[in-house]
């Protein structure tokens, strides 16, 4: 009996370590003292109004969640993130899209829905591998061409904005292989 006790709580603590070895924290202090095993960071609902600096040293990072926060614009620091494949930029205070997004090339996934954007970039085209794209509930009503460069886009979010059916039509036609989600607006207290 002891026996098997002991090998619970082994079991258990080799559970616990792989899950804090997960490389995932939610805690900025606890992944500076763990720089380099950080994969993913989780900073959302911190009332952020800038990303800490501190982040920008974990370089192994490939999933940042800056999501419900207070964020309006992202440092030009956040190009040293050379791994990050993942950006969840939803729920701040975006009026513009930052530029610099467009500089971070292994973006697989980049979520920035529920700001105040009003335009996307031209620009948008060199995020070539990017496969998800989430733009809902923002204040856009047309997107660039240039968008139909992105040809692993799978994902294109624009649930609850305004497209007109020409903008629609056009979107699917210049983006065939991608799966976009329209929706019209409404009050629904997002």
């Known amino acids: 009996m002891k026996c098997n006790i002991s090998i619970a709580i082994i079991i258990f603590f080799n559970f616990y370590c792989n899950s804090q070895s997960n490389h995932k924290f939610s805690n ?12 993913t960071l ?15 040293e974990l370089h192994n990072l490939e999933v940042l969640i800056l999501s ?27 009026s513009t899209f930052p530029k610099e997004l467009v500089h971070l090339f292994s973006l697989l996934s980049l979520k920035i829905n529920r700001n105040e954007i009003t335009s ?4 948008i085209r060199r995020l070539e591998n990017l496969n998800n794209l989430e733009l809902w509930s923002n ?50 207290g997002y």
């Open 28 to 39: 900025l202090q606890k992944a500076l003292a763990s720089k380099q095993e950080v994969i």
């Open 42 to 56: 989780d900073l959302s609902k911190q009332n952020l109004k800038v990303i800490p600096q501190e982040v920008f």
């Open 68 to 94: 419900k926060n207070k964020l309006s614009e992202v440092s030009p620091d956040i190009l040293q993130l050379k791994k990050l494949t993942h950006l969840d930029l939803s729920r701040n205070n975006f």
């Open 120 to 123: 996307i970039p031209k620009s």
């Open 139 to 188: 204040n856009i009503k047309l997107l660039p061409n240039e968008i139909s460069e992105l040809k692993k886009l799978k994902v294109l979010d624009l649930r609850t904005m305004s497209f007109s059916d020409a903008e629609k039509n056009k979107l699917k036609k210049i983006l065939p292989r991608t799966k976009i989600y329209f929706s019209n607006p409404c009050n629904c």
